[in-house]
């Protein structure tokens, strides 16, 4: 159901160590840190967590709260329908359904924000 998560956090530099620190145990590591956002998995399940600054507005990623949730969906049809379900009941468009061949070949997301602005984001990578 979760494809990854995101946080936003106040002092990103602060909270690299933290979060290194937490996900060792688990297996994850910082896979990639661009000083917008950090993603932190293994080679297994690649990087399903990442943290990104509040203060970052890079491509409109980070809303105020700076949450961020993708869900999985099966195929095309169910992001363009959960997309469209989102946006019938109040959410806002923050990046319509589409093909994004810069984040992976096979890549076809959406993301809403919900009432209070967290970013949810509807992607599959079925062909």
């Not at 990854?4 to 590591?29: I, M």
């Amino acid at each position: 159901m979760i494809d990854h998560l995101s946080l936003g956090v106040a002092d990103f530099d602060r909270s690299l160590p933290f979060y290194g620190a937490l996900l060792a145990p688990l297996g994850f590591r910082l896979m990639s840190n661009t000083g917008a956002e950090a993603g932190f998995g293994n080679d297994a399940v690649g990087r399903p967590f990442y943290l990104y600054p509040i203060d970052v507005v890079a491509s409109g990623r980070v809303s105020a709260p700076g949450t961020h949730v993708a869900f999985a969906c099966a195929d095309r049809a169910g992001v363009d329908a959960a997309f469209a379900a989102a946006i019938a009941a109040g959410g806002a468009a923050a990046r319509p359904p589409a093909a994004r061949p810069e984040l992976s070949a096979t890549y076809y997301g959406a993301m809403v924000l919900d009432p209070d602005g967290h970013r949810l984001e509807l992607v599959t990578y079925a062909a």
